[in-house]
């Protein structure tokens, strides 16, 4: 009886009771959806990362990513790639050569990260085939280029344009091709579209002068992006001689964030719902000390102290709940809404865009959050209560049926 | 027998520079079955003695003894347990919780208590029967009038059976009609089913159905009269 007493309770004063569930329910939704954003924002930062830049797991020479130097190439690398495609965990596998150079037009030069591929591997590992905003994906001509869209402002070049690409094959060596540039690609990360560029494997051997061909990264796309770590330690274990690195050990930094999201989430929305709890404490000493005289002669006719304090907690804990299935309600129709339409936020594009973020921002958040935050609310409705109750139960009886 | 023996009760409170004796050295004692008023002037200490007497307040001396236990010497937690077994009550006012129906006030005290959901039922339905409400027990206290609202109220102080019960100024918000009604239930359970009332009460009304009449004054008690009921 004592769930139906509180639950009750709470509609004596409906006018009160609604303001502290919209209360809740506002501060509920602010919170809930500005993680939402946060969390689609980070996503979409690893999807397109993953997507454009560095694939699922790379692999590499073990000295090669300290100064991207060209001789340290990964020994076997056509025979390792088919044993990888081999695998059903693995998609799909594209050779690369990688090396930093200059990319230089007639107005301008730039230090760029070049990146020779096969073209037909490489569209099944990125995405860069799908960002071109002009021209073409590498196909026909002699020395064709793709280039970011900010690279090609910087230069002042644009499709059809000639640039010449200076790099170093060897210790003590450069080598310079002329290159034309058919396509123009533009990614949500504006530093990589400035420092990225791709061209043809078989055109950079030909003009570093090498007798055969040369591959120094190999990019994988797996079934499963969660599979990446264990695969790789799998991988690792039958080849020694090369680093196999999933994404997350690729960018660490991102890969911290997407791993705190959890607890970020818990201290950003522990700080909304203290700040709640602390109006709820307001209301339910109002609710108590109202009814002072009412608990008074419960407590004279047998309802122990332990039974007031519980029902006092309950009618918190009922109040908090509805404010928080309708806050989760509200929060969830928002984010699916808006998960597919995308909210648009141009206007700060530049912005975004130099750190590597989209500014077309679609909410989300794992089913796992909402019930967090059910057991966040019912955690405040228990604290909000404490005090009101505990302040009630010093009363004795007699002094309290004796209250105005 | 006496089933409550009171024994030098005192009740000081010392929050004032002057320390007040609300009640200063009572004696006395109840047999089963009285239907008793302790009347007197404002604050002249009848309240804190049927307090007292009830285990809501505890004396500053004395002892109190119901069923062979002194309830002065009780703790907090013991007398809870105490009053909801052996005594019940009905107050002047905010007697009912007011979002339960009649019936579930009446339950209330038995669920408490632990008793099964078909005995409760059971005992609530018979409880209200008796007391003239057996067509509204599906009412909220504001759906009632005050009379019948006290009526519930003593429904539910006799839920326990409890070995007596305290009113204390139980017919001070009702019209003339209603304290008649309440006060003819009253006598009728206390003459039919041996049910001991006592009464801190101003209404003369309840006094002339008393059959014993204490007056107390000044925390002390001047008079103590059995008499005869005027039911004429």
């Given at each position: 009886?004592?769930?139906?007493?509180?639950?009750?309770?709470i509609?004596?004063?409906?006018?009160?009771?609604f303001?502290?569930?919209?209360?809740?329910?506002?501060?509920?939704?602010?919170?809930?959806?500005?993680?939402?954003?946060?969390?689609?924002?980070?996503?979409?930062?690893?999807?397109?990362?993953?997507?454009?830049?560095?694939?699922?797991?790379?692999?590499?020479?073990?000295?090669?990513?300290?100064n991207?130097?060209?001789?340290?190439?990964v020994?076997?690398?056509?025979?390792?790639?088919?044993?990888?495609?081999?695998?059903?965990?693995?998609?799909?596998?594209?050779?690369?050569?990688?090396?930093?150079?200059m990319?230089?037009?007639?107005?301008?030069?730039?230090?760029?990260?070049?990146?020779?591929?096969?073209?037909?591997?490489?569209?099944?590992?990125?995405?860069?085939h799908?960002?071109?905003?002009e021209?073409?994906?590498?196909?026909?001509?002699?020395?064709?280029?793709i280039?970011?869209?900010?690279l090609?402002?910087k230069?002042?070049?644009?499709?059809?344009?000639?640039?010449?690409?200076?790099?170093?094959?060897?210790?003590?060596?450069?080598?310079?091709?002329?290159?034309?540039?058919?396509?123009?690609?533009?990614?949500?990360?504006?530093?990589?579209?400035?420092?990225?560029?791709?061209?043809?494997?078989?055109?950079?051997?030909?003009?570093?002068?090498?007798?055969?061909?040369?591959?120094?990264?190999?990019?994988?796309?797996?079934?499963?992006?969660?599979?990446?770590?264990?695969l790789?330690?799998?991988?690792?274990k039958?080849?020694?001689?090369?680093?196999?690195?999933?994404?997350?050990?690729?960018?660490?930094?991102?890969?911290?964030?997407?791993?705190?999201?959890?607890?970020?989430?818990?201290?950003?929305?522990?700080i909304?719902?203290?700040?709640?709890?602390?109006?709820?404490?307001?209301?339910?000493?109002?609710?108590?000390?109202?009814?002072?005289?009412?608990?008074?002669?419960?407590?004279?006719?047998?309802?122990?102290?332990?039974?007031?304090?519980?029902?006092?907690?309950?009618?918190?804990?009922?109040?908090?709940?509805?404010?928080?299935?309708?806050?989760?309600?509200?929060?969830?129709?928002?984010?699916?809404?808006?998960?597919?339409?995308?909210?648009?936020?141009?206007?700060?594009?530049?912005?975004?865009?130099?750190?590597?973020y989209?500014?077309?921002v679609?909410?989300?958040?794992?089913?796992?959050?909402?019930?967090?935050?059910?057991f966040?609310?019912?955690?405040?409705?228990?604290?909000?209560?404490?005090?009101?109750?505990?302040?009630?139960?010093?009363?004795?009886?007699?002094?309290?049926?004796?209250m105005? | 027998?006496?089933?409550?023996?009171?024994?030098?009760?005192?009740?000081?409170?010392?929050?004032?520079?002057?320390?007040?004796?609300?009640?200063?050295?009572?004696?006395?004692?109840?047999?089963?079955?009285?239907?008793?008023?302790i009347?007197?002037?404002?604050?002249?200490?009848?309240?804190?003695?049927?307090?007292?007497?009830?285990?809501?307040?505890?004396?500053?001396?004395?002892?109190?003894?119901?069923d062979?236990?002194?309830?002065?010497?009780?703790s907090?937690?013991?007398?809870?347990?105490?009053?909801?077994?052996?005594?019940?009550?009905?107050?002047?006012?905010?007697?009912?919780?007011?979002?339960l129906?009649?019936?579930?006030?009446?339950?209330?005290?038995?669920?408490?208590q632990?008793?099964?959901?078909?005995?409760?039922?059971?005992?609530?339905?018979?409880?209200?029967?008796?007391?003239?409400?057996?067509?509204?027990?599906?009412?909220?206290?504001?759906?009632?009038?005050?009379?019948?609202?006290?009526?519930?109220?003593?429904?539910?102080?006799?839920?326990?059976?409890?070995?007596?019960?305290?009113?204390?100024?139980?017919?001070?918000?009702?019209d003339?009609?209603?304290?008649?009604?309440?006060?003819?239930?009253?006598?009728?359970?206390?003459?039919?089913?041996?049910?001991?009332?006592?009464?801190?009460?101003?209404?003369?009304?309840?006094?002339?159905?008393?059959?014993?009449?204490i007056?107390?004054?000044?925390?002390?008690?001047?008079?103590?009269?059995?008499?005869?009921?005027?039911n004429?």
């Open positions: 009886m004592l769930l139906i007493i509180a639950w009750r309770n509609w004596r004063n409906k006018l009160r009771s303001v502290v569930i919209v209360s809740v329910s506002l501060g509920l939704v602010g919170g809930i959806f500005s993680m939402a954003m946060m969390y689609g924002m980070i996503n979409q930062r690893v999807q397109n990362i993953i997507e454009n830049e560095i694939s699922h797991m790379q692999i590499h020479h073990p000295k090669f990513t300290e991207y130097e060209m001789q340290y190439v020994p076997n690398a056509i025979e390792l790639q088919q044993k990888l495609m081999s695998s059903s965990e693995v998609e799909a596998v594209c050779s690369r050569l990688r090396i930093p150079g990319a230089s037009s007639a107005q301008s030069g730039v230090g760029v990260m070049i990146l020779g591929i096969q073209p037909d591997e490489e569209r099944r590992v990125t995405r860069i799908k960002s071109l905003v021209g073409s994906y590498l196909e026909g001509r002699r020395n064709p280029i280039i970011g869209e900010k090609a402002r230069l002042k070049v644009r499709l059809r344009s000639k640039i010449v690409l200076t790099f170093q094959p060897r210790e003590g060596e450069l080598a310079r091709g002329a290159f034309r540039i058919v396509g123009i690609y533009k990614t949500n990360n504006s530093v990589f579209d400035q420092g990225q560029i791709f061209v043809k494997r078989s055109d950079l051997v030909r003009i570093s002068e090498y007798q055969d061909d040369k591959v120094n990264e190999l990019a994988l796309w797996l079934r499963q992006m969660d599979t990446a770590p264990i790789s330690k799998q991988f690792q039958s080849r020694q001689d090369i680093q196999f690195l999933p994404w997350r050990k690729i960018q660490p930094d991102l890969a911290m964030v997407t791993d705190f999201m959890a607890e970020y989430f818990v201290i950003f929305m522990s909304i719902l203290g700040a709640l709890g602390f109006a709820i404490v307001n209301t339910m000493l109002m609710v108590v000390m109202e009814r002072i005289r009412e608990l008074g002669m419960l407590m004279a006719i047998g309802m122990n102290r332990g039974r007031v304090f519980r029902m006092i907690i309950l009618e918190s804990v009922f109040l908090c709940l509805v404010g928080g299935i309708v806050g989760d309600g509200i929060s969830f129709v928002l984010i699916e809404y808006f998960n597919h339409a995308g909210i648009d936020l141009g206007l700060f594009a530049e912005g975004f865009e130099s750190w590597g989209s500014s077309q679609y909410p989300e958040l794992e089913s796992r959050f909402y019930f967090i935050i059910g966040m609310v019912v955690g405040m409705g228990i604290g909000a209560a404490v005090y009101p109750a505990w302040k009630v139960l010093r009363y004795q009886p007699a002094k309290a049926l004796r105005e | 027998m006496a089933i409550i023996e009171v024994k030098d009760i005192r009740k000081v409170y010392t929050e004032t520079k002057v320390p007040v004796y609300a009640v200063n050295g009572i004696d006395l004692s109840f047999e089963k079955g009285e239907f008793a008023a009347v007197g002037p404002s604050g002249s200490g009848k309240t804190t003695f049927l307090n007292i007497l009830g285990g809501i307040d505890v004396p500053s001396e004395g002892e109190i003894i119901i062979r236990k002194n309830i002065a010497s009780l907090s937690r013991q007398l809870i347990d105490f009053r909801l077994k052996n005594i019940g009550f009905v107050f002047q006012s905010y007697n009912l919780i007011p979002v129906t009649a019936i579930e006030n009446v339950e209330f005290i038995l669920q408490l632990g008793q099964s959901k078909n005995e409760r039922r059971k005992r609530a339905q018979q409880l209200l029967n008796e007391v003239d409400l057996g067509d509204r027990v599906n009412d909220r206290p504001a759906q009632l009038s005050g009379g019948q609202q006290q009526r519930v109220a003593v429904a539910r102080a006799l839920a326990s059976r409890p070995q007596f019960v305290l009113a204390d100024e139980p017919t001070a918000n009702l003339s009609k209603s304290t008649e009604n309440l006060l003819n239930i009253m006598e009728k359970l206390n003459r039919e089913e041996g049910i001991t009332f006592i009464f801190s009460t101003h209404d003369s009304r309840v006094v002339r159905k008393a059959r014993r009449v007056t107390i004054e000044d925390g002390c008690v001047v008079s103590d009269e059995r008499i005869a009921p005027n004429i």
